[in-house]
């Protein structure tokens, strides 16, 4: 069973950063696929970066030169750096894992984190 346990939110003023981290668990795939999404009070959820096995990343346009996403295979644990936040930004931010490819038609994401709170000051 995998599980997935997220860490790193908080707050912060605009313009600062955070790392936000998560630890995966009970992964045996070769192949997968993990991703940040992010979901503001009222709104849908919205993916904000994914990451293969192989590691090659995307990113939403938003975030796109101020988000980075990683994963340190040893630690398993996946990471986003954040930098230049925004107000827009302030979302419960969600971790999550799929044992399949990441660019093609393999459906939703299977597994999901608790989320943590970041939340950003203007």
């Known amino acids: 069973q995998v599980q997935l346990v997220e860490s790193g939110g908080g707050s912060v003023q605009a313009g600062g950063s955070l790392r936000l981290s998560c630890a995966v668990f009970g992964v045996t795939y070769s192949i997968y696929c993990m991703g940040w999404f992010r979901q503001a009070p009222g709104k849908e959820r919205e993916e904000v970066a994914r990451?293969?096995?192989?590691?090659?990343?995307s990113y939403v346009d938003s975030v796109k030169g101020r988000f980075t996403i990683s994963q340190d295979n040893a630690k398993n644990t996946l990471y986003l750096q954040m930098n230049s936040l925004k107000p827009e930004g302030t979302a419960m931010y969600y971790c999550a894992f799929r044992p399949t490819g990441c660019w093609g038609d393999y459906g939703a994401f299977n597994y999901w984190g608790q989320g943590t709170q970041v939340t950003v000051s203007s």
């Open positions: 990451i293969s096995d192989y590691g090659r990343t």
